[in-house]
């Protein structure tokens, strides 16, 4: 059965694009077909990322009933599927952010997954992106204005009578000064989904256009996608050890 995924934070800036990005592109490579979506309407950047920010058709367009959801889908070179939205200001007039659930609806039909990249934060574009989800996923830093912005978000979504999946923590340095993820965990009263650490390799892959799990397939936060991935897949995960790791049998 198709299931929609809503990956949302308190705040921006915290790797959620990133994250609907990458997990997008892991569960398709596990072979499942999967559309990631701009949900993000007001600062949309999945086609940023992806290389596609001006399209014929956007999100924007079927949420104003000038097009069908399947002519907004596009596929990556890599074969991930997306749908932008539009970066002109123009476009977010007379939207009803509430058509995400139809629209979501008619995506399932051809996809095992569908990813919204929410808006982040509480706003009406969010909350829309919460009544279309069957699961939600939480992102957050290990740093209390982050985890405090995430435990709101929590909060009104539960009040929805919306299922939150779980937390994945980003930009994890180990450092004193950042939260322990037990902390993080019991603040949230939810289960840690994985644990992406800081990467270098993740603004390389923005600049590549592409998914960090196609760029850079063997950095850790890639590695940590996948388990993630794998983890809603209901599949076991080990990923392969590159030569170096093998000749000093890391």
């Known amino acids: 059965m198709a299931k929609l995924i809503t990956v949302t934070s308190g ?30 309407l007001t600062t949309p950047n999945i086609g940023l990322h992806l290389g596609a920010p001006i399209v014929p058709v956007s999100l924007n367009h079927v949420l104003s009933g000038k097009a069908r959801a399947y002519d907004a889908i596009y596929e990556h070179e890599s074969g991930t599927k997306i749908v932008p939205s539009s970066l002109s200001v123009k476009d977010l007039k007379r939207i009803n952010h509430y058509r995400l659930k139809d629209v979501g609806k008619k995506l399932k039909k051809v996809a095992d997954y569908v990813i919204y990249d929410s808006a982040a934060g509480l706003g009406s574009e969010a909350l829309a992106s919460f009544v279309a989800a069957d699961e939600i996923i939480i992102v957050t830093n290990p740093e209390i204005p982050a985890v405090t912005d995430a435990l709101k978000t929590c909060k009104v979504i539960e009040e929805m009578g919306k299922f939150v999946k779980g937390v994945i923590v980003t930009r994890v340095k180990n450092t004193k000064v950042q939260m322990p993820l037990s902390n993080i965990s019991d603040m949230l009263e939810l289960p840690i989904l994985g644990v992406i650490p800081e990467d270098e390799k993740v603004p390389l892959s923005v600049v590549m256009k592409d998914a960090l799990v196609h760029t850079h397939p063997r950095s850790k936060a890639a590695k940590a996608y996948m388990k993630i991935a794998a983890k809603i897949v209901g599949i076991p995960y080990k990923s392969k050890a590159s030569f170096i790791e093998k000749l000093f049998g890391l």
């Open 11 to 40: 705040k921006g800036g915290v790797g959620k694009t990133t994250t609907a990005i990458n997990l997008g592109a892991a569960l398709n490579s596990f072979g499942k077909e999967v559309v990631i979506v701009d949900a993000n």
